[in-house]
């Protein structure tokens, strides 16, 4: 209980720091700070670029997932790969992939093309996840009541998906209110690459963080929205027994359009970013390849990831644990910090580490166990949903048994309950491990004088037009992710456990 | 193999009273049946009995030594108890032999002559050893559970229900696999159920547990045939209920005059029989009208409406079965337990003596 509500308020430090810094300012401070043609402009800009963002995720996700979840569409299983596909390529570059082709993309219709193209997967996967899991036999009932395909869409599929893809939707507003890379290399201003423009100018102002309150305001908005909009309703299959196979709907002449729309989402998404970072990886070597830096850098970047993903794991253990084994409030209470605290973007935990880091021990400034802890505070959220997940697989019922064979506690930790644990701990490190590998925000900002890692010396060359050197860094960067994507494109209905799921059958 | 004693054990979750004060005796080398309705606290009893819970108060002795009660309760893992768990919670990490062994002392953990011959006495192949526990049936799960939890060599095995999750079919068999492999150990056993066929075929004595008291701790045929209340009557099996007046050890009843089955003070009574002894025929007799027949094969059962508007219903042989409307005479066999009318639960007269088993 007391290591969860410690790492509950790691995970608070950021949304302190803001309330703590609008304190020292005060009221007048604020209006004069807040209150100007210059965040007025930065609100319009990241509002629509949100909004838009939604709601071409959101017609997308779900499209493509009715596409290949319902319909006879060819290909379904390349598609859904395909669809997937963008997650392994980081925003920023697939920001670079476009602007180095195309010079004038600089656009609020380039930043929309790219955050959306980007972030689509985060509606389309809930989406499918959500197909899957309806029962066939309410369509066919609702088919059986006279109801046209696009009518079972709108009236049967579509209220079963709504809170898969409020929560897509929620994920995708969060992500690009905190985007930095991709926009700032496209020259689109929103909030965060302010903050980071003001952080940079000023160092820490009080500018930077009371722009950075604004932003948070935003996230607190967005989440609150959520909360409301989801209500309280639970859909659920009634009735015990595998679902039947879904019988898929024909499209006829609808086939063509269907594979052209699926094929330009992919070749906007998939094909372009890889045939640019081809490109530039055939101009750069040709320049000369510099192996060893480039080693050193992979080499800093998985070391500083390995190191995120235990330390990050280790704090989510008490919290997934309490969650599950002492439901309550208090329990309820420090789990969601930790997701709220999550949900602040990257640049305003850095800023945030910053400051607390010199005011109260100047020694860790810049330091990796400042990195370490802001790793911790951005994706603490992925290591706790799986370890909670895991802990739910494994029941009290074995322990109990286990006390009855006469195993002792510390044996039963062992013999037990770290054997089920185990696949959900190892799948939450290694959503971090992936996280941290293409983290550009806060490593940018916290990173130690010297450290590079791929993103930042990615960023580095990018930022100086250096396209040909920023290539590489790019490709080690989707390699690496690559295999995690996979994984993630099969797992959709299923967990991470497939294992420790199918337990004992009735 | 012990015996078990709980005393006066009472149980409480927050203000909810879940225990109020049971006794239970349980006599070595025998199996005992709780029986009860969903929520009644057999499930919680036993979970005292195992450790996993601690009473309010009470104490639970096994084999003569105190585990619950008296001073530091002894750990679940102290206690040599062999728990079988609804759904058999196997560990998913472990095979079957991983499974069976577990309670063994590490030496004898990889002993495959062990694990065979435990599998062998819940009845299932040696073969089955390196499977892991979701390649394995319902039924073979629940084996697998006894054969873990009879390898330590417990003083007493506890079940949760381990037929309830089972299809009717596998039931059956996984049920006499049990009990063949609980009597061949020799084992004393608590079984807990809501199924009262079960209780009654599984057990050599039942307690039927309500409201958190034991309401009769006997073996299954005085039970069904000597309950001590209509409750308990109708819990059990199901009943025919009728009223009439006891004069001399008889009573005068819409079926006729029934002869008692135990000595009542004459007055006003109402009369338990069992469907079964209901014979039906088209001869002279009292009258009922037939008003569904639900045909099972092997037997049927016939709901009957008497002149009063009472409904009853009849067990008879699946053979020679009336039609819905028809009018047919009713003839009873045996005798019937009476329960003097006015007596606050339904107080049972003063049975003549413990029926033999």
Redesign the interface.
């Known amino acids: 209980m007391l290591l969860a509500a410690a790492v509950a308020a790691l995970a608070l430090v950021p949304l302190g720091h803001i309330v703590v810094a609008a304190v020292g300012v005060g009221w007048d401070g604020i209006t004069e700070l807040v209150f100007r043609p210059r965040v007025a402009e930065l609100l319009v800009n990241t509002v629509r670029l949100v909004g838009g963002a939604v709601v071409v995720c959101v017609v997308l996700g779900v499209g493509a997932a009715w596409l290949v979840e319902r319909s006879a569409v060819p290909g379904r299983r390349v598609w859904h790969v395909l669809l997937v596909a963008p997650l392994a390529v980081p925003a920023f570059v697939t920001s670079y992939a476009w602007i180095s082709l195309l010079p004038g993309f600089d656009t609020y219709g380039g930043a929309l093309l790219v955050v959306s193209l980007s972030y689509a997967p985060f509606v389309y996967l809930p989406a499918v996840a959500a197909f899957r899991g309806l029962d066939p036999a309410l369509e066919d009932t609702a088919r059986g009541l006279g109801l046209s395909t696009w009518g079972v869409f709108r009236r049967v599929q579509l209220p079963q998906l709504r809170v898969a893809v409020l929560g897509g939707a929620l994920l995708v507003a969060l992500h690009v209110l905190a985007e930095f890379g991709a926009l700032a290399m496209l020259r689109y201003p929103t909030f965060t690459t302010a903050v980071y423009d003001q952080y940079r100018a000023t160092f820490n102002g009080p500018g930077a963080t009371m722009l950075a309150g604004v932003l948070v305001l935003l996230c607190l908005v967005l989440l609150l929205a959520e909360i409301r909009l989801r209500g309280a309703r639970g859909y659920a299959r009634t009735g015990a027994g595998a679902a039947r196979a879904v019988r898929p709907v024909r499209l006829g002449a609808l086939t063509a359009p269907a594979l052209l729309a699926l094929a330009a989402v992919v070749a906007l998404s998939v094909a372009v970013p890889l045939v640019s970072l081809v490109r530039w990886m055939a101009t750069g070597t040709s320049a000369g390849l510099d192996v060893d830096t480039l080693a050193t850098t992979t080499g800093t970047t998985l070391a500083l990831a390995a190191a995120a993903a235990v330390v990050t794991t280790v704090f989510a253990l008490p919290t997934g644990w309490l969650a599950v084994r002492r439901r309550g409030p208090v329990a309820t209470l420090l789990e969601r910090s930790t997701y709220l605290g999550s949900a602040v973007p990257a640049i305003v935990i850095a800023l945030a580490l910053v400051t607390v880091s010199i005011r109260l021990v100047p020694g860790l400034y810049q330091t990796v166990p400042v990195l370490l802890a802001a790793y911790a505070i951005l994706f603490l959220p992925r290591a706790i949903v799986t370890v909670r997940a895991a802990v739910e697989q494994s029941p009290p019922l074995h322990d109990d048994v286990a006390a009855s064979l006469g195993a002792s506690a510390p044996a039963r930790l062992w013999r037990v309950t770290l054997p089920l644990l185990a696949p959900g701990i190892g799948a939450g490190a290694a959503l971090v491990f992936l996280a941290v590998v293409t983290e550009l925000t806060a490593t940018l900002l916290l990173a130690p004088t010297g450290t590079t890692t791929l993103a930042t010396a990615f960023w580095s060359a990018s930022s100086a037009l250096e396209y040909g050197a920023a290539a590489p860094y790019a490709v080690v960067m989707v390699l690496l992710s690559a295999p995690a994507t996979v994984l993630l494109s099969r797992d959709v209905s299923r967990d991470v456990l497939p294992a420790a799921r199918r337990g004992p059958t009735p | 193999m012990s015996a078990l004693s709980v005393t006066g054990v009472t149980k409480s979750y927050g203000r909810t009273p879940v225990l109020a004060g049971v006794d239970l005796h349980v006599p070595a080398g025998t199996t005992t049946a709780l029986l009860g309705p969903s929520g009644c606290g057999k499930t919680t009893l036993l979970?005292i009995v195992?450790?996993?819970d601690d009473p309010d108060a009470g104490t639970v002795e096994l084999g003569g030594r105190v585990v619950a009660g008296a001073g530091r309760p002894v750990?679940?893992?102290?206690?040599?108890?062999?728990?079988v768990?609804q759904?058999?919670?196997?560990?998913?990490?472990l095979t079957v032999a991983g499974n069976v062994a577990?309670?063994l002392p590490r030496r004898l953990r990889r002993d495959r002559a062990r694990v065979a011959s435990l599998l062998e006495l819940v009845g299932l192949d040696a073969a089955l050893a390196d499977r892991t526990?979701?390649q394995l049936?319902?039924g073979q799960?629940q084996r697998v559970a006894l054969a873990?939890?009879l390898?330590?060599e417990p003083s007493l095995v506890?079940l949760d229900e381990p037929f309830s999750?089972?299809d009717a079919s596998l039931r059956e068999d996984t049920r006499r696999a049990v009990v063949a492999a609980l009597r061949a150990t020799g084992a004393t056993a608590v079984l807990v159920t809501h199924d009262q066929a079960e209780a009654l075929s599984t057990a050599d004595q039942v307690a039927v547990l309500r409201g958190g008291v034991l309401a009769q701790l006997a073996d299954p045929r005085t039970l069904y045939r000597d309950p001590r209340d209509l409750d308990v009557a109708a819990f059990v099996g199901e009943a025919v209920v009728l009223d009439g007046d006891a004069v001399g050890g008889r009573v005068a009843s819409e079926l006729g005059e029934l002869v008692l089955g135990r000595a009542c003070p004459d007055g006003p009574v109402r009369v338990l029989l069992r469907p079964e002894q209901l014979r039906l025929s088209a001869g002279p007799g009292p009258r009922a009208r037939v008003c569904a027949v639900d045909f099972y094969g092997h037997d049927a059962r016939v709901e009957l409406e008497l002149p009063s508007g009472r409904r009853v219903s009849a067990r008879t042989e699946g053979g020679d079965l009336p039609l819905a409307g028809a009018e047919v005479s009713v003839a009873v066999t045996g005798t019937a337990v009476p329960f003097p009318v006015g007596t606050p639960s339904g107080a049972p007269c003063p049975s003549p003596a413990p029926a033999p088993a």
Not at chain 2, 87 to 93: A, I, K, S
């Open positions: 979970r195992a450790g996993f750990p679940a893992r102290r206690r040599g108890i062999g728990f768990p759904e058999g919670g196997l560990f998913p990490h577990f309670g526990p979701h049936s319902g799960q873990r939890a390898a330590p506890l999750s089972l």
